[in-house]
């Protein structure tokens, strides 16, 4: 079983910057790519950035490019995604996930997901 814990949310600024922090434990846990999503009150869930085991190559979705990294620190099997210049649509739960990580970030494709953490992005 492989189990996925998210931190980091919290509120901001528009303009603010958060860095979110997966922590992935189980057996398995190597052998997935994984995904950030979010979700807005009343939005479907959408994909964020995700990051491949192979090589560490990233997808981003075209909302945030530019202002997400995600991140993969295989020592301590956390992956981080770091939000800059954050914007009131930002604004959701977001998730992490373990799956593939192919050309779109789409959650179909995950199999194992987190509890979620609470980001607000407000004056």
């Known amino acids: 079983q492989l189990q996925l814990v998210e931190s980091g949310g919290g509120s901001v600024q528009p303009g603010g910057s958060l860095r979110l922090s997966c922590a992935a434990s189980?057996?398995?846990?190597?052998?997935?790519?994984i995904g950030w999503f979010r979700q807005a009150p009343g939005k479907e869930r959408e994909g964020v950035s995700c990051?491949?085991?192979?090589?560490?190559?990233?997808v981003h979705a075209n909302a945030v490019k530019g202002r997400f990294t995600i991140s993969r620190d295989n020592a301590n099997n956390t992956v981080s995604l770091r939000m800059n210049s954050l914007k009131a649509e930002d604004t959701g739960v977001y998730y992490c996930?373990?799956?593939?990580?192919?050309?779109?970030?789409?959650?179909?494709?995950?199999?194992?997901w987190g509890q979620g953490t609470q980001v607000t992005v407000s004056s």
């Open positions: 996930a373990a799956g593939v990580c192919s050309g779109y970030v789409l959650p179909f494709e995950y199999e194992y």
């Open positions: 189980g057996l398995t846990a190597d052998n997935y790519d």
């Open positions: 990051i491949r085991r192979r090589d560490d190559s990233t």
